[in-house]
């Protein structure tokens, strides 16, 4: 509980969290446009080395970097009214005591309160999913067709009516897989 109300509510631990996040956001979108390099080669019928995929990520790092702050802004901004209402209800039925006596005890309260935050925790994944299902083709507008970030999101969004579903079925799939063979 000490650990968690450093990082969401001081100042200081609030910074270091999004800073974290952003880090390792940028980090994995800069991984990932190094491997779209390496799967649109292959897709064309030719190889590229692990160092030219990088070079080639590297050539659009500034928006990567630009598009990483976009994507954790817009999906930080989706997310606040969802994380207020999982803090409102801890601050209204959880704050009296600690989590080992809601654990071990399970009072109505406690009950009410994990139902509370399991919708809001639901809801919030729809809204995401439904988003990032649309988002799908922001990093590839933005390396290979060298669209600028905000315009990517909306051209993404353009292009992926009618297959928003066909991709949060694959994203689905391939999240068991990945969660399978670890």
Known sequence: ADIAVFFFITKSGLAALLLLVATSLGIAIFGQACLMTVGLARARGSRVRVRDAVIHGAAHAISILWLTLELFVRVFLFSVPFLVGIGLTYW?????????????????????????VAVLTLS??????????GWVLVLPLVVFERMRPWRAFAESERRMRGCRVHAVLVFVYWGVLAFGAS
């Not at 209204?92 to 509370?116: C, G, K, Q």
């Not at 919030?124 to 299902?133: P, S, W, Y």
């Open 92 to 116: 209204m039925l959880l704050r009296e005591h600690d989590i080992n006596y809601y654990l071990n005890a399970r009072p109505p309260v406690f009950i009410t309160a994990f139902a509370i």
């Open 124 to 133: 919030l994944a729809i809204v995401l999913g439904r988003k990032l299902a």
